[in-house]
């Protein structure tokens, strides 16, 4: 249902933006499923400003966008992860130089389901329960006893492989190692949430801006010994200890309508409905 509903918006907002002689200027942009529906925003939003150019928006993952930018099907690629140094090599043999644009920042939070009586976990306990040779399969081996989790299983929700936010937990909180098999890996961000929300043995993790009132959301040990939540103050801060920048990637530098749509998207208007959607700006902006 939330692909089908976002392939409606991408279908609406090409209707809409159509110009006065029906000539329009088309931007392709796909990626991360973390920042797809503030992108929708974007293009729904810039299309009242300049009827002339539509964009159309589609998730998949970042790993798909930045295949897609490679290949020259897309014009922006959106990422919630840095592209890798092969990544960027594959781009440079095919004559594409990628440019990077941070354009906001988020906070990885982690989901619980709201009868879990955890408040607080740390970096090394969530390595233990999502990383291979990890110590927790249970959660009495936490010290908790959850209602209605009568098997005690720990079951844990991850995302796909191609996921920016699948390889940026892995990088922030696993490291080295490898994720532990036998996870239940999730399309999408909300579909975490769901999943997290109704079943009372899962823990899960994905992008602040999709938590709802159906998950619990612990603060995180820090090195310091302090625990901090998450929020898009503490994103910008640096004091929660998983946040982590989201991109947009162009092949080259951005010229012509897609230069404007990027330097639309970094202004205030852009970076409000960024903020407005539950992610912290990239830069100072005042929003009402």
Known sequence: MNRMFGALLVLLVALACGGADGRRTVIQNKGSDTIVFVALAWAESYGDINPSVAVAVSGGGSGTGISAMVNGTVDIANTSRAMTESEIEEARSRGID????????????????????????????????????????????????????????????????????????????????????????????????????????????????????????????????????????????????????????????????????????????GQCILVDKGFAAAGSVSCA
Not at 108 to 136: T, V
Not at 167 to 175: M, Q, R, S, T
Not at 248 to 269: C, H, N, Q, V
């Open 98 to 269: 990628p440019i990077e644009h941070v354009v906001g920042f988020d906070a990885l939070a982690i989901f619980l389901h709201p009868d879990n009586p955890l408040d607080a976990l740390s970096i090394s306990q969530l390595a233990e329960i999502y990383g291979e040779g990890g110590a927790y399969e249970t959660w009495s081996e936490l010290g908790v006893s959850i209602p209605g989790c009568s098997s005690d299983e720990i079951i844990r929700v991850s995302r796909q492989n191609n996921s920016g936010t699948y390889a940026y937990f892995k990088e922030a909180v696993l490291g080295q190692d490898e994720y532990k098999p036998g996870s239940l890996d999730m399309n999408g961000s909300s579909e975490v949430v769901d999943l997290v929300g109704n079943t009372p043995c899962a823990i899960g993790y994905s992008g602040l801006a999709y938590a709802t009132e159906i998950v619990e959301m612990p603060c995180i040990v820090t090195d310091r010994g302090d625990c901090v939540s998450p929020s898009a103050e503490s994103a910008i801060d640096g004091s929660y200890p998983i946040a982590r920048p989201l991109f947009m990637y162009t092949a080259g530098e951005p010229t012509g309508m897609i230069k404007e749509y990027m330097d639309w998207i970094l202004g205030e208007a």
